[in-house]
């Protein structure tokens, strides 16, 4: 059973394995992500519609034109004995309420352009996150892959050892089941692989079936130049994004309260009409002024709404401050252990489990050292070479985080 478990598994990663597979660095990863993530096209038609209804605030209202008759009765002649008037009405916006109009427009124009950068930004962390974690597989892959080929010649070394009478079967089976081991740790790692890579891909908007190899190099890299916290606040999108709400929200109450100004409405025409003792009729000019009296509805119910709104968002734009000041603060205290990590403790580690690997391997050449002192010092190599694998993804994804928080790359 568990024979057929392993082949199952060996076949299924073997499969991946042999995938065709392209080239895929971090930026590329990035730049289609941003090409195809619908998410980010919604948010570019929310801009374009928000501009639309700016374009539209701008306009001017259209006049109204009247054509009326009166004393239309059986038997009348129509040029004669029919009043007719021709008016035509513009609505009057002098009081400041077009203007308002445009300006709380042009808010919601600034709102929707803060918002899809607020989308850019969780893209790019999410795909800088997925992509590291599928690097970091990738690279914990690569180790195995490489770790059981090195193993197959200690395998073949003691097959000849004992073939020669030199060690006894005991020996062989136990090198043999590490290979085992090693082999099954691949493949499951093969798996994790594609996982993460699969991860990867449903971030960026592509198709899952599509093949890639990670090209970033897989090292400590370079390390950022941590900002001010007020200098990450005005970059952070989600701080932009949050004072664009308050404008709008503050357009938005100065609107509602020109709302309660009256309005006005002009209208002009002219009239014709037949006077009584005569047979042509006569042409009169008709200018009507109306203005609303704001007595009852001086528009409160809308302007209390809006005053709320406005301290709404005063208040998320301050829990989004604070929010961004805790999450810099953690940015930075993870970055800054990370890296004390890498240099201090992997890299010496994965240092030091080399050389006794190399020293345990020639001295088990010559008779050093036994078996069980040549496995271990693999075993340690191994999970030195995994666990400093791991710290890279991690002190690379401290760094996405640092970025973020600071508000770069959005």
């Given at each position: 059973m568990q024979k057929q478990v392993f082949i199952a598994v060996w076949f299924i990663g073997s499969t991946i394995i042999c995938r065709a597979q392209a080239p895929l660095s971090l930026r590329d990863a990035v730049e289609k992500a941003l090409q195809s993530r619908p998410s980010l096209k919604a948010e570019d038609e929310r801009v374009a519609e928000a501009q639309g209804l700016e374009r539209q605030a701008k306009l001017l209202a259209n006049p109204e034109f009247q054509f009326q008759n009166e004393n239309l009765r059986p038997g009348q002649t129509y040029t004669r004995d029919v009043d007719t008037l021709a008016m035509i009405s513009e609505p009057l916006d002098v009081l400041g309420k077009r203007k308002q109009r445009i300006a709380v427009a042009a808010e919601d124009v600034n709102r929707a352009q803060a918002d899809r950068n607020l989308t850019r930004a969780q893209i790019v962390q999410r795909v800088k996150l997925a992509y590291w974690a599928a690097r970091g597989s990738q690279e914990i892959l690569d180790v195995l892959k490489s770790t059981v080929d090195n193993f197959q010649r200690i395998v073949d070394y003691n097959a000849a050892q004992f073939s020669q009478g030199m060690i006894a079967e005991q020996d062989l089976l136990r090198v043999r089941l590490e290979s085992e081991r090693l082999k099954i740790a691949r493949e499951t790692a093969a798996i994790d692989a594609e996982r993460d890579r699969a991860e990867l891909l449903r971030q960026m908007g592509q198709r899952l079936s599509t093949g890639v190899i990670l090209t970033e190099p897989f090292v400590p890299g370079g390390a950022p130049s941590p900002l001010s916290v007020e200098g990450a606040l005005a970059n952070r999108a989600e701080i932009r994004a949050a004072r664009a709400a308050v404008e709008q929200a503050r357009a938005n109450v100065r609107l509602q309260e020109v709302s309660a100004r009256p309005d006005m409405n002009l209208l002009a025409g002219y009239k014709r009409t037949q006077l009584p003792d005569t047979t042509n009729g006569v042409?009169?000019?008709?200018?009507?002024?109306?203005?609303?009296?704001?007595f009852a509805d001086r528009n409160q119910g809308n302007r209390l709404a809006a005053e709320a709104e406005l301290r709404r968002r005063e208040q998320l734009l301050a829990e989004a401050e604070a929010q961004a000041r805790a999450d810099y603060d953690a940015a930075l205290d993870e970055f800054q252990l990370r890296r004390?990590?890498?240099?201090?403790?992997?890299?010496?580690?994965?240092?030091?489990?080399?050389?006794?690997?190399?020293?345990?391997?020639?001295?088990?050449?010559?008779?050093?050292?036994?078996?069980?002192?040549?496995?271990?010092?693999?075993?340690?190599?191994?999970?030195a070479e995994l666990t400093?694998?791991?710290g890279i993804v991690d002190y690379r994804q401290s760094i996405v985080r640092l970025e973020t928080a600071e508000g770069l790359d959005q």
């Open positions: 042409n009169t000019a008709i200018v009507t002024f109306r203005i609303t009296l704001p004390s990590e890498v240099d201090n403790s992997l890299a010496p580690l994965r240092e030091h489990a080399q050389e006794i690997s190399d020293i345990a391997n020639q001295a088990y050449t010559v008779g050093g050292v036994d078996l069980l002192r040549l496995l271990d010092a693999e075993r340690a190599r191994l999970d400093w694998a791991r």
